[in-house]
Structure formats: C-alpha cells, structure tokens
C-alpha cells in the first residue's frame, strides 16, 4: 500500500539527499517500523511549494502491494513426486 506524507523545504533542505533522508526517516516513524520504508517517489508541487514522498507500507519486513504482502517464499519442502499418474 503506498503512502505519502509532505515536506516543507527550508535552507536546510536544500539537495534531493537530504529530503530523501527526511522522508525515509518521517516513513519511519510514522510506520513505527525499524527498517526504513522504501520511498518510490520524491516529487516537487510548484503551485504549494512542497516536496511529496511517496513510500510503500511495510509489514513484518515485507513490502505490502495493495491487498497481498511481497516477500521471498517460506523454505518449503520440494515434493518430486508428479501429481499425476504417468502413463495413464
């Protein structure tokens, strides 16, 4: 699921790096999440005069896509055996 939150720019914020920091670590702490959320997209409004970050929800580590979680497969047994009978 993606989210997106705002970011005034003051003389600090000057450079891509540091808005990309500031929304990585608002992410953060909105989320409560201890690994930073990935941020998809940094984008300037003229008309206001903000940044909006565009960052993707995270689960349990995993990466949350609208209704179903992205992640590496459970380890699980591989059975050889075919589910159909040969020769049949």
Same mark, same amino acid.
């Given at each position: 699921? !993606? +989210?997106? !939150? ?9 450079? @891509?790096?540091? @808005? @990309? ?7 953060? /702490? /909105? ?8 941020? /998809?997209?940094? @984008?300037?409004?003229?008309? !206001? $005069? ?10 349990? $580590? ?13 380890? +699980?047994?591989?059975?050889?055996? +075919?589910?159909? +009978?040969?020769?049949?």
């Amino acid at each position: 699921m !993606l +989210k997106a !939150l705002v970011i005034s720019p003051n003389e600090k914020t000057v450079d @891509l790096g540091s @808005l @990309l920091a500031i929304a990585r670590s608002e992410a953060c /702490r /909105r989320e409560g999440a201890k690994v930073n959320p990935p941020v /998809r997209a940094l @984008l300037f409004v003229a008309e !206001l $005069g903000v940044y909006v970050a565009v960052y993707e929800v995270l689960v349990e $580590g995993k990466v949350v896509s609208g209704n179903s979680v992205i992640g590496k497969p459970a380890n +699980k047994k591989v059975d050889n055996e +075919k589910p159909w +009978k040969e020769g049949s």
